[in-house]
Nanobody
Framework: QVQLVESGGGLVQAGGSLRLSCAAS????????MGWYRQAPGKQRELVAT???????NYADSVKGRFTISRDNAKNTVYLQMNSLKPEDTAVYYC?????????????WGEGTLVTVSS
């Protein structure tokens, strides 16, 4: 069984910073892609950023220049450093991982961590 455990959410004032972490545990061969999605109240879940096993990154336009995704392959952990936070960044942030289990790749999601940015 594979689990993704997130940490680091909370309440911060606009302009502040937060760092999210997500660690994958369980039995698997490797992790292809790790990343973060978010869902604000009344909105659909959207991509925030992803990073491949080769460290290629992809960001939503709304967070480029403010957020940085990184990954520690030895720890099966992905991080999201969020700077210059805005009230519109308020959402539940979900960790995502595409994990190779035996012959197939499977998508896994964390339970989510709430980020609230006050104005």
């Amino acid at each position: 069984q594979v689990q993704l455990v997130e940490s680091g959410g909370g309440l911060v004032q606009a302009g502040g910073s937060l760092r999210l972490s997500c660690a994958a545990s369980g039995s698997f061969r490797s992790i292809n892609v790790m990343g973060w999605y978010r869902q604000a109240p009344g909105k659909q879940r959207e991509l925030v950023a992803t990073v491949t096993s080769g460290s290629s990154t992809n960001y939503a336009d709304s967070v480029k220049g403010r957020f940085t995704i990184s990954r520690d392959n030895a720890k099966n952990t992905v991080y999201l450093q969020m700077n210059s936070l805005k009230p519109e960044d308020t959402a539940v942030y979900y960790c995502y991982a595409q994990i190779r289990v035996i012959l197939n790749s499977v998508d896994y999601w964390g339970e989510g961590t709430l980020v609230t940015v006050s104005s």
